[in-house]
């Protein structure tokens, strides 16, 4: 059974850090990508970040861009997303997702609809 823990959020003041993790276990993967979503209260689940197993396609969503960096880590089938300058716009409760398939069109993994297993989420607080 695949089960996706994440892990790292938290309360922060607009203009800091965090650094969110996201543990998968119940099978390696070494194929497909694995993804960032946000959701705030009240609106759609919205692309964050998307990273291939194999490192060599990183894709973000336009408003995090040079704010935020998506790295794995094989070896501890982890995947992490720092989010650096904050903004209180952010906040939002942050799920990690598995795309399982290999060979996908990155333009793909932008959607929702295209992972596999999804974790229970981490809320993310940005006080102004």
């Known amino acids: 059974q695949v089960r996706l823990v994440e892990s790292g959020g938290g309360l922060v003041q607009a203009g800091g850090s965090l650094r969110l993790s996201c543990a998968a276990s119940?099978?390696?993967?070494?194929?497909?990508?694995m993804g960032w979503f946000r959701q705030a209260p009240g609106k759609e689940r919205k692309f964050v970040a998307a990273i291939r197993w194999s490192g060599d396609t990183t894709l973000y969503g336009d408003y995090v861009k040079g704010r935020c960096t998506i790295s794995r880590d094989i070896a501890k089938n982890t995947v992490y997303l720092q989010m650096n300058s904050l903004k209180p716009e952010d906040t939002a409760v942050y799920y990690c997702?598995?795309?399982?398939?290999?060979?996908?069109?990155?333009?793909?993994?932008?959607?929702?609809?295209?992972?596999?297993?999804w974790g229970q989420g981490t809320q993310v607080t940005v006080s102004s």
């Open positions: 997702a598995a795309h399982s398939l290999s060979g996908t069109h990155y333009s793909y993994y932008y959607r929702p609809n295209e992972y596999d297993y």
């Open positions: 119940g099978r390696t993967f070494s194929n497909g990508a």
